[in-house]
């Protein structure tokens, strides 16, 4: 048989794994469902106005969902539901780990991992030796060194630019390895959505230099904290504030954006958004008490902002009393300093400094519509796309109960999961091209020892490159948005290039011999009998950590790798043949709907 006709036998059967997805979103649902709620492309969709910052969404190609979700059973292990849904993906004894921990019932093992993985203390050792490994300087700059070394650069240094981005681009490196190899799993899914939240387009001019600080100290430094103090360190960060052009704000000409965005996407939401009304016609405004927002509320804030901006007097034109650098920096000549009404609650004028801005953030951070919204988009992320009522509540209440909580957002994440809801969600979410790449890394045992942008370069053309969403609203967690034939196509495309071994370094120099940039062994974990059949049981047990819901699919798979030459039942002896076979095969499990649903 030649080269070619195994090639057309290895695209026949991904066609039908392929197909298989599709058809399994056609297929009639058994029971009834609630419409599909799709986020907003951009906050204009919420209130109706283009919001000043968000390009103009592009067109989509409306696609049918996966498999309608089905209740975890015998067939769908909690570990495989805990590590597809709160974890990128698990590694082969990943599992076995779940497995032993202590806990009389589904509900009490979850919460014993659940411990374990909210823990800061987890050991992390073998990711912190990667990272020193790849001298990713940046990384623990202080905002002082960032300034005088990365953004107040030599211009007529030949490596200027390479030096101005290098902040950011170790940052996605490091996230590369951190995903890949961090014991702390759900730590980094929950960076990942705090990200997107609070979304910063990491290759924006101003912010770039930035990234890394805003990484480490608005976003990690949080994610397991205070949403109060969250709220309060994104708002005050260098990258946000040149992202929104919140810079720029001042008395005669406040800058609506970052206001917007900060209610509309950051605390209330469009949930709560109530229209455009007169403030003291809405129920509780007397009493400082409402229920949402309206337009003014945006610009009053908009006001409270002004004069919030960065110390960046680089070239000394504005004067020896404004700073230069690169730090938050507030700027009383640029504060609107008259009364303002935000929310029925009525800021002074000629407060302190910042106080009116932190009014504002504190009054946000502690209403119920935050509440609400924010424990939405987690139970979104961590359950369905259409998140059940019991976990809202759940996470809502969590959320108003520990408001000064340190551990705030850890207990809201605790109480959304340690619903029945996510006990019987499996199915209910399928993986975005990001949870595709690296859960298949993962299922492989891969390592990646030194991470470099031409895996970004991947994710891009899947169309979710890390902390590149250009957009305020970040990723969207829906279906919809990834369930297209070219989502799905581009994802198959990296799942067959890594299962080969063909995602590699470039090397300009000598492009033959580039460095494959995973490694995984694909003979070791082979059964012994080596035959076909055996191999189709084995590997997919080991990717998806369950047998193949499907015999066919299984006896499929087993006449792939047998082609002509070997029986179902015939032992395969040679491994150069399993080098050749196996990696065909294992790209036709990752595009099955067993491992494209979590």
Same mark, same amino acid.
């Given at each position: ?7 057309r036998q ?6 039908t ?12 649902p058994p029971?009834?469902?609630?419409p599909l ?5 951009s906050t204009? +969709? ?9 390009? @103009? ?9 996966l ?10 292990p909690l ?6 849904r ?16 202590p806990?009389?019932?589904p509900?009490e ?10 823990d ?13 490994a790849?001298?990713l ?8 060194q ?12 030949d ?6 981005a290098?902040p950011?681009?170790?940052?996605r490196?490091a996230?590369?390895?951190?995903v ?26 101003q ?8 990484? %480490?100290?608005?976003? %990690? ?8 103090a ?13 992202y929104?052009?919140?810079?720029t ?6 800058n609506?954006n970052? @206001?917007?965005?900060?209610?509309e996407?950051?605390t ?5 958004y109530?229209?455009?009304?007169d403030?003291?016609?809405i ?6 008490e409402?229920?949402?927002y309206?337009d003014?509320?945006?610009?009053e804030a908009a006001?409270a902002?002004?004069?919030? %901006?960065v110390?960046?007097n680089?070239?000394g ?10 730090e938050f ?11 303002k009404?935000?929310?029925g609650?009525?800021l002074?004028?000629d407060?302190a400094?910042l106080?009116?801005?932190e009014q504002?953030?504190?009054l ?7 509440? %609400? ?8 992320r961590?359950i369905?796309d259409d ?7 759940a ?6 109960a ?6 705030q ?6 109480a ?15 993986k975005?091209p ?7 890394v993962?299922?492989?045992?891969a390592r ?10 991947m994710? &891009?053309?899947?169309g979710?490159?890390m902390f590149?969403?250009?957009?305020p ?5 829906v279906? @919809?948005?990834? &369930? &297209?034939?070219?989502?799905?196509l ?7 290039m890594?299962a080969h ?14 460095r ?11 059964? +012994?009998?080596r035959?076909?059949r ?7 047990t080991?990717l998806l950590g ?11 798979l087993?006449?792939f790798?047998a082609?002509e ?11 150069e ?10 790209n036709l ?10």
């Open positions: 048989m030649s080269l070619f006709t195994e090639r290895l695209l026949a059967l991904a066609a794994a392929v197909g298989a997805t599709v058809v399994a979103g056609c297929a009639k029971v009834e469902t609630k709620e799709v986020e907003p492309t204009s +969709e919420a209130t109706g106005r283009p919001s000043a910052n968000t390009p @103009a969404p592009a067109p989509t190609v409306a696609a049918p969902p498999a309608e979700a089905s209740p975890v059973t015998g067939d769908v570990g495989v539901l805990v590590f597809n709160l974890a990128f993906g698990p590694r082969p004894t990943d599992l076995e780990h779940f497995a032993a921990l806990g009389a019932g509900r093992q979850l919460a014993a991992w659940l411990d374990e993985q909210l800061p203390t987890l050991d992390d050792a073998e990711l912190e030796g990667l990272l020193a790849n001298n300087t940046t990384l623990t700059k202080t905002p002082k960032i300034w005088e070394e990365h953004v107040n650069y030599d211009p007529d240094n490596e200027a630019w390479k030096i101005y290098q950011g681009s170790e940052a490196l996230a590369y390895l951190r890949v190899h961090s014991r702390r799993q759900l730590f980094e899914v929950l960076v990942d959505f705090w990200h997107n939240h609070f979304n910063v387009y990491g290759p924006h001019d912010a770039l230099p930035y990234f890394g600080l805003y990484d %480490r100290d608005a976003i %990690r430094a949080h994610t397991l904290g205070n949403f109060g969250m709220l309060s360190a994104v708002a005050r960060h260098p990258a946000m504030l040149y929104l052009d919140q810079y704000s001042q008395a005669p000409r406040p609506e970052f @206001a917007r965005e900060l209610l996407l950051h209330l939401g469009a949930m709560n109530l229209g455009v009304k403030p003291t016609t129920d509780g405004f007397r009493e400082g409402v229920g949402g309206v003014n509320d945006v610009y006001r902002f002004s004069g919030w %901006r110390g960046d680089t070239e034109w504005e004067g020896e009393h404004v700073p230069a650098n690169g920096y507030y700027h009383a000549e640029w504060h609107d300093r008259f009364n009404i935000f929310l609650r009525i002074a004028a407060q400094d106080a009116d801005g504002v953030l504190d946000l951070a502690r209403h119920p519509g935050t509440a %609400r919204h924010i424990a939405t988009k987690l139970a979104r961590l369905a998140p059940p009522e019991e976990a809202v509540t996470g809502a209440e969590a959320f108003l520990h408001l000064d909580a340190p551990d957002l850890a207990q809201v994440v605790r959304i999961v340690l619903t029945d809801a996510f006990l019987t969600s499996w199915g209910g979410k399928i975005r990001l949870e595709t790449a690296f859960s298949a993962r299922a492989l045992d990646l020892e030194r991470p470099t942008d031409d895996l970004t370069w994710l &891009s053309r899947m979710q490159p590149e969403h250009i957009a609203n970040g990723y969207a967690d279906r @919809a948005a990834w &369930s &297209s034939t070219v989502s799905v581009t994802r198959w495309q990296f799942t067959a890594l071994g063909w995602i590699t370094e470039w090397n300009e120099k000598d492009p033959d011999n580039s494959p940039l995973f490694t995984f062994d694909l003979i070791g974990p082979s059964p +012994e009998s035959t076909p055996a191999l189709a049981e084995a590997w997919p080991r369950r047998p193949l819901q499907d015999a066919e699919v299984a006896q499929d087993a006449r790798v082609g030459y070997y029986g179902l039942d015939d032992p395969i002896l040679d491994d043949y399993l080098l050749w076979r196996l990696p065909g095969m294992i499990v990752f595009m099955s709907p067993d491992f494209l649903l979590r």
